[in-house]
């Protein structure tokens, strides 16, 4: 079935912001961002710093559509104000967290609100016809939206393998459809708060955005909020890392602690389950399901689901691991913050 012509209320503008009919409405206003400061339309900065708040403390945006002008207004704001504050915690805090939001709101809508939704984003999904329908599915997705949209979704039921895929097409149930569609937003999101050069903020928003930063800093754990980058940079492993990491590559024998520490390292950067598995193929008694269960349960997929961390620096000299010292590893007492030094990632002060 083809999307129904859905026309968004000013109540829908209000609960999905990032509608593109939500943006054109904000255009026909002509608000800058100077009259934000006006103490006539405080409202609509206050309720945007509270947007971000919540983002923060709850990894959530609740929606108050009472006053449906200030929604809509106050999400490009927020938008503005998280991209200010030149965080990438709270970016990516923000977008999750107004994602996680629509997933909510989304799984309570009709079909053809929904369909009407992810023609917004361009995405292919449909209602199943009569002939196709199969409990408990509603939906289909062609798989290349599907594959787009789950690339962030760790939960085995994603893989494609473990799907019904049909003439090209994967079929959802309803919250599942929602979940790929908050993935859309979550993306979306992200990409808006990626701003070049921001244009010069009045002091009272330059202050907020400082306030929220602070904010961040006093309410959320400093392990969080500095994060590991999810680019792998290859050249900013440690020596010891490196040195595993070619002989894993090259199919050389690992001892055991050396093997669980590399492994350890990569989850905890964000390496993909599959990758790591992938790079202990080479050895000559390489056994795919001991394997698999060993980097899954160190992953924290299976057992205890605690994702372990690498050794100490310490240990790994104890285990004569620590090898090719240079001088930065002085300055850590472990892997991971070498990594994090040597990649440059930004630390929020």
Same mark, same amino acid.
């Given at each position: 079935m083809q999307p129904a012509t859905v026309k968004f209320t000013k109540n829908d503008l209000a609960k999905y912001p990032f509608l593109k009919e939500a943006a054109e409405y904000v255009k026909t206003l002509e608000l800058k961002i100077e009259d934000l400061a006006n103490p006539e339309l405080s409202k609509i900065l206050e309720r945007a710093k509270e947007r971000i708040e919540e983002a923060i403390l709850y990894t959530i945006v609740t929606r108050r559509t009472q006053n449906e002008e200030i929604e809509i207004l106050s999400f490009p704001t927020a938008t503005m104000l998280a991209a200010a504050t030149e965080n990438s915690f709270i970016k990516r805090r923000y977008a999750l967290a107004e994602a996680k939001q629509t997933y909510n709101d989304l799984k309570l809508e009709p079909k053809e609100k929904i369909l009407a939704i992810a023609e917004n984003f361009g995405c292919r999904i449909f209602t199943l016809n009569a002939e196709e329908i199969v409990t408990p599915y509603e939906f289909k997705i062609h798989f290349t939206d599907y594959l787009k949209n789950v690339a962030n979704l760790r939960d085995k039921k994603w893989k494609l393998v473990n799907r019904s895929l049909i003439q090209g097409n994967v079929y959802l149930t309803k919250n599942e459809t929602a979940r790929l569609l908050s993935e859309e937003v979550r993306r979306h999101i992200e990409k808006r708060l990626e701003i070049g050069d921001l244009p010069k903020m009045p002091q009272r928003i330059a202050e907020t955005a400082e306030a929220l930063k602070t904010l961040t800093l006093e309410k959320v754990s400093k392990t969080e909020v500095e994060g590991i980058p999810k680019t792998i940079r290859q050249e900013a492993f440690p020596p010891c890392i490196t040195a595993l990491y070619e002989a894993a590559q090259k199919g050389r024998h690992i001892p055991h602690i050396a093997r669980f520490t590399l492994t350890s390292f990569l989850v905890n950067i964000g390496v993909p389950v599959e990758s790591i598995i992938d790079l202990f193929r080479a050895s000559s008694d390489f056994n795919e399901r001991l394997t698999r269960y060993q980097v &899954? +349960?160190?992953?924290?997929? *299976?057992?205890?689901? =605690? *994702?372990?961390?690498?050794?100490?620096?310490? =240990?790994? !000299? =104890? +285990?004569?691991?620590?090898?090719?010292?240079? &001088?930065?590893? !002085?300055?850590? %007492? +472990?892997? #991971?913050?070498?990594? !994090?030094? +040597? %990649?440059? #990632?930004?630390?929020? *002060?």
């Open positions: &899954e +349960h160190i992953a924290g997929e *299976r057992g205890s689901r =605690t *994702r372990y961390k690498p050794p100490k620096c310490q =240990t790994l !000299k =104890t +285990h004569g691991i620590c090898v090719n010292s240079v &001088e930065l590893c !002085k300055a850590v %007492s +472990h892997p #991971l913050g070498f990594y !994090k030094r +040597h %990649s440059g #990632l930004k630390i929020l *002060r």
